[in-house]
């Protein structure tokens, strides 16, 4: 005797398909909001880097500010430091050339002196290159006559949000 068997129809129905599909779309774009948000947050990471590289920085070239009056008498020495600080006060932010010897404004007179330039980069305060989007100003205040605190912030936007770094050191008149 012959018997026949009848084949069942294994494929997927509409409705099967249909669910698969939204589940791999739901994955996909879940996957892709965490893509999008570890790629922000890498872009943020190294905004601030940077940021912090250039305020450290702004106290670098303070320092050697300070070294080069202090140990050069022809340059001047701790008091003519000081002066060339005074109008950098808190409240009274400013900015400096990076050419030699540094030029100090005040960022509300010039406020291109605070802004950073990117050219082949480098950064740079001398209007060479294009805007990095980094600003960077520097105040002092007196601790004592032979110490002042030195503040170097750089601010940044990016996105809708704006950010800043500070550092701050005291530096002494360490030569008598």
Known sequence: MIQFSKQKNTGFTLVETLIAISIFSVSIIAMMSVL???????????????????????????????????????????????????????????????????VISKCTSNPNVCKIYLDNGNYNTNSIGNDSGFTRKIWATTVSSDEIKIYSAVSWTQGSGSFNITFSENLFNWVE
């Open 36 to 102: 999008g948000g570890g790629i922000s947050n890498t872009n943020y990471a190294k905004k601030k880097m940077t940021a912090s590289y250039l305020a450290q920085e702004g106290i670098e070239y303070i320092r050697n500010m300070r070294d080069n009056y202090v140990l050069y008498p022809v340059n001047g020495t701790w008091n003519s430091f000081k002066s060339q600080l005074a109008p950098c006060n808190s409240g009274s932010e400013c900015g400096f050339s990076t050419t030699n010897p540094i």
